[in-house]
């Protein structure tokens, strides 16, 4: 299995603490010298800066001490408010070597958070977490490609202890199972992943190949289904279930031309079923994949005829 090297972070209180006029001398500029400093200039009665701070905190966390953040409320520190041409709130500067080097102003979704926290990271020297994330998730994509499935699983479930929010690897935890053959435990994985991702590109995907692996386990042998469709070609069922044994039995491209072909017979036979079974495969594919690709222009091309 991969080495994640997600060793444990510093001490919250190490990593962010409060700041007045008096000491932000020594806990921003004195200490930019050294690591990168996000400052985060908020006030009691600000409303985005309730939902702002906590993002940022967690974000400056999963940094694990290549940035630091110290919190500036504006309403006793009006000199530097001042100083530093604070004009609402929230805003946020970073400062490296006694500079400000970036910044933003009011509340932005956690993504653009985590990323000016990595950018910040990286001037400073340091690692940025969101790239390291995508380096393990891009190591566990090969291993399970590769057939270490178990390995791929196991990375899998250690990018979630660092960012249970992460599609991707909730994604690839699903996928892993269901190579394993554990669609129960897949599924329980799937319904437990936060609301906040649970529409996410990663995991409709992941949904998709679940509902194609169940079909799988009741899918008939490829040759008796084939030798029905041969003598009767208007027979949709056989071939609805010809369809679904062949991509059980990986032949994904032959399975979307039977539906295709089935589509073009009859479009409407059993609600529908033929573009609904198509749709379900090209969520299950990746975004780039020929067969998709061809397949989607081949359906487009007979809906609009």
Known sequence: MMDLNLTAAPEADDLIKDSTEATFMADVIETSQTTPVIVDFWAPWCGPCKTLGPQLENAVRGAKGAVKMVKVNVDEAQMIAGQLQIQSIPTVYAFHKGQPIDGFQGAVPESEIKSFVDRVAKAGGGEAPGEALSEAITAAEEMLAEGAVADAAQTFSAILGE???????????????????????AEAILNGAPAEISSSPELEAAHAQLELARQAEGAGPVDELR????????????????????HANGDVEGAVDQLLELFRRDREWNEGAAKTQLFTIFEALKPNDPVMLNGRRKLSSMIFA
């Open 163 to 185: 960012e249970p929010n992460h599609a991707g690897a909730y994604g690839g935890l699903v996928r892993a199972h269901i190579t394993l053959g554990e669609l129960d435990q």
């Open 227 to 246: 030798r029905s469709v041969e003598a009767n070609p208007e027979d949709s069922q056989a071939r609805f279930d010809l369809a679904q044994a062949m």
